[in-house]
C-alpha cells in the first residue's frame, strides 16, 4: 500500500473512535442540555413539552438560588487562600532548604487520596463530642471551647471547604514548584548581586514572571469554588435545610430526587454561562495588562 | 515562548538569610506535614480497636494490639469492600488501557501528519474543555440512558476513555521531540505507518505512557460521581460507592468506619510511595506548559 493511502487509512482510523466518544459525550450532552432547558421533562421518559423561559425565570427569581451561592462564596474563598499559601509553600520549598524532597513528597501526598474516604475521615475529625479536634481544644481550655464544625450556620461550608483545601493544596505547590523551575536562575543571581532580600525576589522576580500560572490557578479556584459538590454530598447531603446546598448539588437533588430535570438543565446552563463569564472576564484582564 | 533549561530542584535561589524568617518557614513546612499526617495517623491507630476499647481509650492512644482485625473483616464482610475494588479494578484496567491507546492513537495521527481539518479537529478537543462536565451529568445521564448502559460496567469505562485534553497534550508534547528521522529509516525498510506506530513511537512515549496511566488510573479509583449516577446497582459497587454505602450502614462507630477509610487509602498510600517521581512530573509538566 503506497504511503498516501496508509496515511489517509492511518488518519481516519486513529481519529474516529475518539471523534465519536468526543461528539457523544460531550457536545451533544451539552445541546441536550441546552434543549431540555426549555422543557418540562421529567427525565423519566414522560414526554418533552417546550415551556420556553419559564424554567430560567423559576430558577432565577427563587431566593433559593442565591442562597447556594452563598454558600458556593464559602468555597472560592477557601481555594484563593489555598493557591497563595500552595505558592508561598512551593516558593519556600524551592528555597535553601533541608529535607525539600521530603517536604515536596509529604505537602502533596493528600492529593492522591480518595476523596470520600477523606471527608469521612474529616467528617470524624469534625464531631462535636468525639472528635480528636474538639477533645485537643477542650483539654487545652478545661473543657471551656469547642467547634461545632458542621452545625446549621454558614461555617460549615468553610469547614467544608478546608476538606478541599487539606486535599489540593500540595497540588498547588507542586503546580508553582513546577512553574518555579522554569525562572532562569540568572534573575536570582543579578538579584542577589542587587542585594535583594527575600521579598524582594518574591516581588520582583516570582510574581512577574509566574503571573500567569498563578492566574491560572486562581481561575481554577474559582472554577472549583463555582462547582463544589463533593463534600456537602457525602458529608450534609445539603441540609440541614438547604444550609449546606451548593449550586451543584441543589442541581443534582432538582434532577434526581425532585425528577425536575427541565429545571436543572436550565441550572446547568447558567452554571456554565457563568463559568464562561469567568474565563473571558479572566482572559479580558490578562490580556489588559500585558501592555 | 522562550525555552528555558530546567533548573535542578536542589539548587538555591531564594538565599533566604534572616533567620527569623527560616525558622518561620521551617514551622510552617513542619506544621504542614504534621496537619497532612496526623489525621491519617489517628484513623490508622484507631482501626485497630475493638469497641470496648476505643470507648475507654479514645483517638490518641496506640491499640493493644495491631493484630485486631475485626473492623478490617467487619468491612470487607458487611461493606462488601472486596467487591468494590474487583469492580473498581476492573474500571481502571479497561478504561486505562483504552484511553491509553486511543490518546496514543490521537496524538500520533495529528502530531505526526498533516491534514485537511486538522486544525478544527484540535480546536473541537480543546473547546471542549470549557464544558464543565459536572453541569452536564443531567444530559448525559440521558444519553447513557439512551444507550442502555445504565447499570452497566461499560457506561462508565465510555465516559473515562472519552477525550482527555491533558493526556492528549502531554502525548502530542512527547511525539514532537521523537526525532522524525526514526520514522524515515523505518520508511525506507518499508515499514507501514501502523508498524512505526507500534514499534516506534509508542516504546518511545513509554515514560509519558507510565505517567498518564497513572494519573488516569487515580482518577478513575478515587472518582465519585460517575459510579453513584450510572452505577447505583449494589452488585456494580465501587470503592468509592461502597465505602458511601458503608457509612450509611453504620451509626458513627468510627473505629470501624475508620479502618474501612484506611483500607480505601491504603492502595493509592502504596501507589504513591513507588511512583510518587511519576505523579509529580504529570501534574507540574500537564498545567506549567499547559
Do not use: C
Request: proline share 3%; aromatic share 16%.
Amino acid at each position: 500500500m503506497s504511503y498516501k493511502k496508509q496515511k489517509t487509512m492511518i488518519i481516519v482510523i486513529f481519529l474516529f473512535i475518539p471523534l465519536i466518544l468526543l461528539a457523544t459525550f460531550s457536545y451533544f450532552p451539552a445541546l441536550r442540555l441546552i434543549q431540555f432547558s426549555f422543557t418540562d421533562w421529567d427525565g423519566l421518559g414522560g414526554s418533552l413539552h417546550y415551556i420556553g423561559f419559564k424554567n430560567y425565570i423559576e430558577a432565577l427569581t427563587t431566593p433559593k438560588l442565591w442562597l447556594t451561592f452563598q454558600n458556593n462564596l464559602a468555597y472560592i474563598g477557601v481555594a484563593i487562600i489555598q493557591t497563595f499559601l500552595g505558592l508561598y509553600l512551593a516558593i519556600i520549598v524551592n528555597s535553601k532548604i533541608k529535607g525539600k524532597n521530603f517536604f515536596r513528597a509529604s505537602l502533596f501526598m493528600p492529593y492522591i487520596l480518595n476523596g470520600v474516604a477523606i471527608a469521612f475521615m474529616f467528617s470524624f475529625f469534625y464531631d462535636y463530642t468525639n472528635g480528636p479536634i474538639n477533645i485537643v481544644l477542650r483539654y487545652l481550655t478545661h473543657g471551656k471551647f469547642a467547634i461545632r464544625f458542621l452545625s446549621e450556620n454558614y461555617s460549615t461550608n468553610i469547614s467544608l471547604g478546608m476538606i478541599g483545601m487539606w486535599r489540593y493544596t500540595g497540588g498547588a505547590m507542586v503546580i508553582f514548584i513546577g512553574a518555579l523551575q522554569s525562572v532562569s536562575t540568572d534573575f536570582f543571581e543579578a538579584a542577589e548581586l542587587d542585594g535583594a532580600n527575600f521579598w524582594h525576589k518574591v516581588r520582583y522576580i516570582i510574581v512577574p514572571n509566574l503571573k500567569i500560572i498563578i492566574q491560572l490557578n486562581l481561575f481554577l479556584a474559582v472554577n472549583g469554588g463555582l462547582q463544589a459538590f463533593f463534600e456537602p454530598f457525602v458529608l450534609t447531603k445539603g441540609g440541614p435545610a438547604g444550609r449546606t446546598d451548593t449550586f451543584v448539588t441543589s442541581t443534582y437533588y432538582t434532577a434526581f430526587q425532585f425528577s425536575n430535570f427541565g429545571k436543572a438543565s436550565s441550572m446547568g446552563v447558567l452554571l456554565m454561562i457563568i463559568i464562561i463569564l469567568v474565563l473571558v472576564i479572566q482572559r479580558f484582564a490578562l490580556r489588559g495588562r500585558e501592555d | 515562548m522562550k525555552k528555558i533549561k530546567k533548573r535542578n530542584f536542589s539548587q538555591d535561589v531564594m538565599g533566604v538569610n534572616n533567620p527569623f524568617l527560616r525558622a518561620f518557614n521551617y514551622v510552617l513546612l513542619i506544621l504542614g506535614v504534621l496537619i497532612v499526617f496526623t489525621p491519617i495517623y489517628i484513623i490508622f491507630i484507631i482501626a485497630f480497636k475493638s469497641n470496648k476499647e476505643y470507648m475507654f481509650s479514645g483517638n490518641f492512644q496506640l491499640p493493644k494490639s495491631f493484630l485486631y482485625l475485626d473492623n478490617f473483616v467487619n468491612v470487607i464482610v458487611k461493606g462488601k469492600l472486596l467487591l468494590g475494588f474487583q469492580n473498581t479494578m476492573f474500571l481502571v484496567v479497561v478504561s486505562v488501557t483504552l484511553s491509553i491507546i486511543l490518546g496514543t492513537m490521537v496524538s500520533y495521527a495529528i502530531g505526526r501528519f498533516e491534514f485537511r481539518f486538522k486544525k478544527t479537529i484540535i480546536t473541537a478537543f480543546l473547546l471542549s474543555t470549557v464544558i464543565p462536565s459536572v453541569t452536564t451529568q443531567v444530559a448525559t445521564f440521558s444519553v447513557i440512558k439512551g444507550l442502555h448502559l445504565y447499570n452497566t460496567l461499560a457506561g462508565p469505562i465510555l465516559l473515562y476513555i472519552g477525550a482527555d485534553i491533558i493526556q492528549i497534550y502531554i502525548f502530542l508534547q512527547f511525539i514532537s521531540k521523537i526525532p522524525y528521522e526514526l520514522d524515515e529509516s523505518a520508511m525506507v525498510d518499508g515499514a507501514s505507518y501502523f508498524k512505526i506506530y507500534t514499534s516506534i513511537i509508542l516504546p518511545q512515549m513509554r515514560p509519558a505512557i507510565v505517567t498518564m496511566a497513572i494519573l488516569k488510573g487515580l482518577n478513575i479509583y478515587n472518582d465519585m460521581i460517575t459510579p453513584v449516577l450510572y452505577m447505583p446497582k449494589s452488585s456494580l459497587r465501587t470503592v468509592t460507592t461502597a465505602i458511601i454505602a458503608f457509612s450509611a450502614d453504620q451509626n458513627s462507630q468510627w473505629n470501624v468506619m475508620a479502618a474501612g477509610i484506611f483500607a480505601v487509602l491504603v492502595p493509592t498510600l502504596i501507589l504513591y510511595i513507588f511512583a510518587q517521581k511519576f505523579i509529580i512530573a504529570g501534574l507540574s509538566d500537564g498545567s506549567v506548559k499547559g
